[in-house]
């Protein structure tokens, strides 16, 4: 399995005993793996950011897919911290998708909105890459009641 790709020790082991491995053994053999600098958790995390983060997804879905992957909240932090610019990332995800020029009405706004929300990137995330180009309307204006 390492041959492939890097691997969180805590994924690498649920893999190993989902196919039917003993757990303690496995544990073992992932300790020797770790001694041997063939695993290394601070390495996959940065591989993973670095990786997802070329095909545009967000500090918010990597944090979640490395968290499913066993890695420790610091870490995940940490690695996401070292990453990317995310605003800019942001901007250049939408721009790739949906081009040069900023959404002209709502409707197209909350599309290009979701679009970036589902790649994981955070409110401010997509404001910022969003531009302000769309007035916003006045909502303490109650007077149209």
Not at 76 to 104: N, S, V
Request: contains cysteine.
């Amino acid at each position: 399995m390492l041959a492939r790709r890097e691997h969180a020790s805590g994924d690498l082991l649920a893999k190993l005993t989902e196919r039917g491995y003993d757990a303690v053994v496995c544990q073992g053999v992932i300790d020797e793996l770790i001694d041997e600098r063939f695993l290394d958790d601070v390495r996959f995390a940065s591989v993973y950011v670095r990786s997802h983060a070329a095909r545009g997804h967000g500090p918010r879905r990597l944090k979640q897919d490395m968290s499913a992957a066993g890695l420790p909240a610091d870490l995940i932090e940490t690695a996401l911290a070292e990453g990317p610019d995310w605003h800019q990332l942001a901007q250049h995800t939408r721009q790739r998708k949906f081009g040069e020029e900023p959404p002209a009405d709502w409707a197209e706004r909350s599309r290009q909105s979701r679009f970036l929300q589902y790649r994981g990137f955070s409110n401010d995330h997509i404001r910022s890459a969003m531009g302000s180009s769309v007035v916003q309307p006045d909502m303490d204006d109650e007077t149209d009641l």
